[in-house]
């Protein structure tokens, strides 16, 4: 059996912050759209995890406890909407880059498009759900490369969810579909 990596979640972070540098010209670095592409990655990467490995299994298949928009009344689990929301609060506490999951149809308004740019992002990826949206923002006189990844229904329980939600501004959600994007803001010079 293969021994189990225990990669330092500082020297994660460490590389995370080597990227972003470099993309704010502080040593040549990585292309900021480059640095972007692997912080979906990961954000993709753990909300899948999260969803299929935590809430389905404890949720449909052990019947432990239920996932819940209320989890801390219900004492249940965050949705997996929730944890991306959760986890980008905490980025955002921070300086650099930052990302948010959005929708044109948010059930949580605070999810909705909060620029022009982020609105106009949304609507390129429902067109073209093959390709992100890449668009050089100035914000507070600094240089951010937003890019906007389409966020596809991947199983019914997500379209169950808005399609049948009392707060729901859209009820024809399909699986596979595209129901919002992940706005991601990475610095660059």
């Known amino acids: 059996m293969a021994a189990r990596s225990n990669f330092p979640l500082a020297t994660l972070a460490t590389a995370f912050v080597g990227l972003i540098a470099g993309c704010e010209g502080k040593g ?3 292309p900021a759209e480059t640095v972007a592409d692997y912080i979906h ?10 969803s299929s ?7 449909n298949v ?8 209320h989890f801390k009344e219900d004492k249940a689990l965050p949705l997996p909407p929730q944890m991306v929301r959760m986890g980008s609060q905490r980025v955002t506490d921070k300086d650099g880059f930052r990302y948010a999951l959005q ?3 948010p059930i949580n308004k605070t999810n909705g498009p909060t620029t ?9 990826v429902v067109k073209n759900p093959d390709a992100p949206y890449r668009s050089y923002q100035t914000i507070n006189g600094k240089k951010y490369l937003l890019t906007v990844y389409p966020e596809k229904a991947t199983s019914l329980a ?3 969810c808005h399609n049948n939600h009392k707060e ?3 009820r024809d959600q399909v699986l596979g579909g595209v129901m919002g994007g992940i706005a991601i803001y990475v610095p660059v010079n």
């Open 116 to 124: 022009v740019a982020e609105k106009a992002g949304l609507e390129a």
């Open 168 to 170: 729901s501004p859209r």
């Open 53 to 59: 490995d935590v809430v389905d299994r404890l949720q």
């Open 103 to 105: 929708s044109l149809w």
């Open 28 to 30: 040549g670095g990585v």
């Open 62 to 69: 052990e019947n432990v406890i239920k996932a819940s928009e």
């Open 158 to 160: 997500c379209v169950q």
């Open 41 to 50: 990655t990961v954000i993709l990467a753990d909300r899948t995890t999260y």
